[in-house]
Nanobody
Framework: QVQLVESGGGLVQAGDSLRISCAAS????????MGWFRQAPGQEREFVTT????????YYADSVKGRFSISRDNAKNTVYLQMNSLKPEDTAVYYC????????????????????WGQGTRVTVSS
């Protein structure tokens, strides 16, 4: 089992950068595909980005491609989301999640594939 705790959210201005983190408990962090999702007020939770177990493969939603960057440090059991050129529409609660996918499925964008979720960290971008 994995417990996930996000941190680093806050209030920033449009155009600013912010890095949020997700610390995982347990000794098997490197066996999980990790993802970031977000939920804006009044909206459904949506996929943002995912990273493979060894960090070699990443995938981004079109809305954040070129502005956001996911990374992980398996020695520190932590996954990061670097967010640059933030826009007011990036305002949301950001959740990290962990998935054990079948061999050969190195990343996944499907929420239902993610078994473990953090409590979320709020990011607010003012215009």
């Amino acid at each position: 089992q994995v417990q996930l705790v996000e941190s680093g959210g806050g209030l920033v201005q449009a155009g600013d950068s912010l890095r949020i983190s997700c610390a995982a408990s347990g000794r098997t962090f490197s066996s999980y595909v990790m993802g970031w999702f977000r939920q804006a007020p009044g909206q459904e939770r949506e996929f943002v980005t995912t990273i493979s177990r060894n960090g070699g493969t990443t995938y981004y939603a079109d809305s954040v491609k070129g502005r956001f960057s996911i990374s992980r440090d398996n020695a520190k059991n932590t996954v990061y989301l670097q967010m640059n050129s933030l826009k007011p529409e990036d305002t949301a609660v950001y959740y990290c999640a962990a998935a054990q996918t079948p061999i050969g499925e190195v990343i996944t964008t499907q929420q239902r594939a993610y078994e473990y979720w953090g409590q979320g960290t709020r990011v607010t971008v003012s215009s």
